[in-house]
């Protein structure tokens, strides 16, 4: 069973950058979509990028331009670096692989927490 592990969150002051890294425990190769979602108190999950297996890539349109999410399938990771964070980037940031491009897939990591302090 595919399990992910995220990691890199924290506290970044507004404009500043922040990479969060996802790793999974067995390999990517076959899996289409990988990409992370967040969720800020109050609110609902939302997609923030996904990328394909043959580097296909989708972008929230609040963060068009400012993120960048690529993945690594030898080293079994997919990751995001965030630049010019602002506040509203405040959220738990969460892994996650098998979707279809419309929906998410099953499998979520447990999440990492970044905070943009304003």
């Known amino acids: 069973q595919v399990q992910l592990v995220e990691s890199g969150g924290g506290l970044v002051p507004a404009g500043g950058s922040r990479s969060v890294a996802c790793v999974s425990s067995?390999?990517?190769?076959?899996?289409?979509?990988v990409g992370w979602y967040r969720q800020a108190p109050g609110k609902q999950r939302e997609l923030v990028a996904h990328?394909?297996?043959?580097?296909?890539?989708t972008y929230a349109d609040a963060v068009k331009g400012r993120f960048t999410i690529s993945r690594d399938n030898a080293r079994r990771t997919v990751y995001l670096q965030m630049n010019t964070l602002r506040p509203e980037d405040t959220a738990v940031y969460y892994c996650?692989?098998?979707?279809?491009?419309?929906?998410?897939?099953?499998?979520w990591g447990q999440g990492t927490q970044v905070t943009v302090s304003s």
């Open positions: 990328i394909t297996r043959v580097g296909a890539i």
């Open positions: 067995t390999s990517i190769n076959g899996i289409n979509y």
């Open positions: 996650n692989a098998g979707g279809d491009g419309t929906s998410p897939g099953p499998i």
